[in-house]
């Protein structure tokens, strides 16, 4: 499996203020992906990083809230705009391991908002 | 509407009891179902992917099981570091995308 670190791991910021989180992963993968965890729910998909062209976002989620670059095979960025407390909430990026359709996990960017 | 469902919200066992979740889903069409356990303040691990009716996979003391409209994670003989949340989540088989299940929070005492 895959070795993906994100940074950073918990921020506390405020209202109106931005945040890019990174994503990078030890070795070439052709699928990534972000997901947003709220406190005490399960994942949600904000969004797929397509390497080369513009990310495919969920419903609910547009790219000015959270823009997403994906410059090469092995990172990705997602960053949160204009943040309010509502955005307080657990984020996760995971690749789709090559030649497999089973996703891992990085450890998450804790988010709080003030 | 594609859905997961999984029960129940949270269980406690006791050391060595035995016990199952459930994950049921309605989907048009399943590429696969996958298990994960998360630990607190940390992100999901993978356990298992089950891609057809009749699957069985085992690791440890878990085992998962899938029918064509749920999927059963078996805990035998738990112990207390058996203790997490586990989520389910179904990939269709015309995305790759994954719908999760909002989880089972398992608690096992000594």
């Known amino acids: 499996s895959a070795v993906i670190s994100q940074k950073p791991s918990r921020d506390i910021c405020q209202r109106g203020t931005s945040l890019t989180i990174q994503c990078q992963v030890d070795s070439q993968v052709t699928m990534m992906f972000w997901y947003r965890q709220q406190p005490g729910q399960s994942l949600t998909l904000i969004a797929t990083?397509?390497?080369?062209?513009?990310?495919?976002?969920e419903s609910g989620f547009v790219i000015d809230k959270f823009p997403i670059s994906r410059p090469n095979l092995t990172f990705s960025t997602l960053t949160v705009s204009n943040m309010s407390p509502e955005d307080s909430s657990i984020y996760l990026c995971s690749v789709e391991a090559p030649g497999q359709e089973t996703q891992y996990f990085g450890p998450g960017t804790r988010l709080l908002v003030l | 509407e594609d859905q997961v469902t999984q029960s129940p919200e949270a269980l406690r066992l006791q050391e060595g009891e035995s016990s199952s979740l459930n994950c049921s889903y309605t989907v048009s069409g399943l590429r696969g179902l996958f298990w994960y356990r998360q630990d607190p303040g940390k992100g999901p691990e993978f356990l298992f992917t089950?891609?057809?009716a009749g699957e069985e996979k085992e690791k440890e003391r878990l085992k998962a099981t899938l029918t064509k409209k749920e999927s059963f994670l078996h805990i035998t003989a738990p112990k207390p570091e058996d203790s997490a949340t586990y989520l389910c989540a179904v990939m269709m088989d015309s995305s790759y995308k994954l719908i999760f299940g909002s989880g089972t929070r398992l608690l096992v005492r000594p």
């Open positions: 990083a397509n390497q080369g062209s513009e990310a495919t976002y």
């Open positions: 089950l891609y057809s």
